[in-house]
């Protein structure tokens, strides 16, 4: 929740900086590219604050944390990037006063460093999350996988071969 709080007050300085500041005649927050570094950075913050919810609802939940070690570990894997991402467009937005002691963006992205670290690697727990996720499906035998065509097809025509055949012209060759 502290990331959300980081992430939440990395996107609104950046809208108050794009609003407020003017350039070449107009809003910065006019400009394209600072429209779509806003919109990216909203999508982000929304999913993840998502993440955080969903997991600490299955956490409440099931209060049983081994159920939803790969939700943790979602988040703690999410967590560096949404930050980093989020405050690195605000300080591109806030220009040279970004990069600057006097806003608090350079530190944030630093904090989004030690956050990819100190938990553990996020490596890790992205591996955590996909042998969570793999224990979830079983095997195909077959040489390809379930959702390919040509054996979906086939399958459904075999399925429905006499609902196919009274829907085909007499003498109509299939």
Same mark, same amino acid.
């Given at each position: 929740m502290r990331t959300v709080g980081l992430v939440g007050a990395s996107l609104d300085m950046m809208l108050e900086r794009a609003v407020s500041r003017q350039t070449r005649g107009g809003r910065l927050g006019d400009l394209q590219l600072v429209q779509e570094m806003i919109a990216d950075s909203w999508i982000q913050l929304q999913q993840f604050r998502l993440l955080v919810l969903q997991t600490a609802w299955k956490i409440d939940r099931y209060n049983d944390y081994k159920r939803v070690i790969a939700d943790i570990s979602a988040v703690k894997a999410a967590m560096p990037k949404v930050l980093a991402d989020v405050a690195g467009r605000a300080i591109q937005v806030h220009g =040279?006063?970004?990069? =600057?002691? @006097?806003? $608090?963006? /350079?530190?944030?992205? %630093?904090? =989004?460093?030690? %956050?990819?670290?100190?938990? /553990?690697?996020? +490596? *890790?727990?992205?591996? #955590?999350?996909?042998? #969570?996720?793999? !224990?979830? *499906? +079983?095997?195909?035998? @077959?040489?390809?996988? =379930?959702?390919?065509? $040509?054996? *979906? !097809?086939?399958a459904a025509r075999e399925k429905y071969a006499d609902v196919i055949a009274q829907c085909e012209p007499a003498g109509a060759v299939g």
């Open positions: =040279s006063l970004g990069i =600057s002691t @006097e806003m $608090p963006f /350079g530190r944030w992205v %630093m904090e =989004s460093f030690h %956050m990819g670290l100190a938990d /553990g690697a996020t +490596e *890790v727990h992205k591996v #955590q999350v996909a042998k #969570q996720l793999m !224990r979830t *499906v +079983e095997a195909n035998p @077959e040489l390809f996988p =379930s959702g390919h065509l $040509p054996a *979906v !097809r086939a």
